[in-house]
């Protein structure tokens, strides 16, 4: 994806920090962060951002929340996640490619293209539960 260069307000500089300060956000995520600097701006504004910057190539999409929120990522290169079924906490992961094409050959080598995503429990989750 080719990055187009724009000018940077003070709003999309500072959703690009909040970005890389959390790896993935929602919008909503990201409106609680801003409205400690500019308590006034609307959730309209933050979408409008967002949404600007991916176009853009910017920011990446990464796997949805359990609710279906759109979350963006920090990083745009391809890459996995793993997936908390419980917390629905996001982490950037690395799949080798022999464990992808062993996934390939265990469903009848169909091709996948994109990135994987991983579902389980986390550490803290787990430690929860006992």
Known sequence: MTQV?????KYTNDVLVILKNKHHATNSDI?????DTYSDVSDTTVHRVTQRLHGDGLIGLAPPTKRGCLRYDACVDPHDHFLCDNCDNLRDIIIAEEVKKQIACEMDDCYFDGPLVIM???KKCQKRRK
């Open 5 to 9: 260069v724009r000018r940077l307000t």
């Open 31 to 35: 409106a609680q962060v801003l409205r």
């Open 120 to 122: 389980g429990m986390c």
